[in-house]
């Protein structure tokens, strides 16, 4: 199977520009989560989508926002960028939305606010 | 609140030494915790998990609820082992939210 895509791979936005990330999950799987990586605050959960619904939400402010379409794939979207957006967006796919399962990571997109 | 804390940020060991990452949680729930392993240049990958209880490439981890710890401990390290180790905590029924710790990096030299 093929892993976790996630487009594009790195991006250069300016400060007040939205952005949008899009990620293709493991096929046959439900779940996909979206996590900030900074050297500061290390990972951090931002939201889960499974079956098309948000259903865990991370601390951020109501400028991140997501949604997952009827194939799983999903997106989220930063509107008026800050600097301290600048990090590694990670997403990770699961089959399912239960605790126990074992969440597939992809390999991040890079965004640098200028 | 949940919270994972992981001391370290880097850890050295010669190889063929005994390996600890240690990990400590605060939750008052029913806690998932979990071992992440990020080699160089690979992804972030899932490596063990407590309700397994199974040894991954040599790696175990027990939660101790009365410590609220999940120590990761490989009795004899080799030098593939050396990687960014991340311990995380989910909340039983809560889905796949993830609270991770900050990561250790676990060097092991020859």
């Known amino acids: 199977k093929a892993g976790v895509t996630q487009t594009p791979r790195y991006l250069i936005k300016t400060r007040g520009q939205q952005v949008t990330l899009s990620c293709s999950p493991i096929s046959g799987h439900r779940s996909v989560s979206w996590y900030q990586q900074t050297p500061g605050q290390g990972l951090q959960f931002l939201f889960e989508?499974?079956?098309?619904?948000?259903?865990n939400k991370g601390n951020f402010p109501g400028r991140f926002s997501g949604r997952q379409f009827s194939n799983s794939r999903s997106e989220m979207n930063v509107s008026t960028l800050e600097l301290g957006d600048s990090a590694l967006y990670l997403c990770a796919s699961s089959a399912d939305h239960s605790s126990t399962d074992t969440q597939y990571f992809g390999p991040g997109t890079r965004l640098t606010v200028l | 609140a949940q919270r994972v804390t992981q001391p370290e940020k880097l850890l050295s060991v010669f190889k063929g030494a005994p390996v600890e990452l240690k990990c400590n949680y605060s939750y008052s729930g029913s806690p998932e915790l979990f071992w992440y392993v990020q080699y160089s240049r690979q992804r972030l990958q899932l490596l063990l998990r407590h309700i397994s209880r199974e040894s991954i490439k040599g790696f175990t981890a027990d939660l101790n609820k009365g410590e609220t710890s999940f120590h990761l401990k490989k009795p004899f390290a080799q030098e593939e082992d050396s990687a960014m180790y991340y311990c995380?905590?989910?909340?039983?029924?809560?889905?796949?939210?993830?609270?991770f710790g900050t990561g250790t990096q676990l060097k092991v030299e020859l």
């Open positions: 995380a905590l989910g909340r039983r029924g809560g889905g796949n939210k993830l609270t």
């Open positions: 989508y499974f079956s098309e619904t948000q259903r």
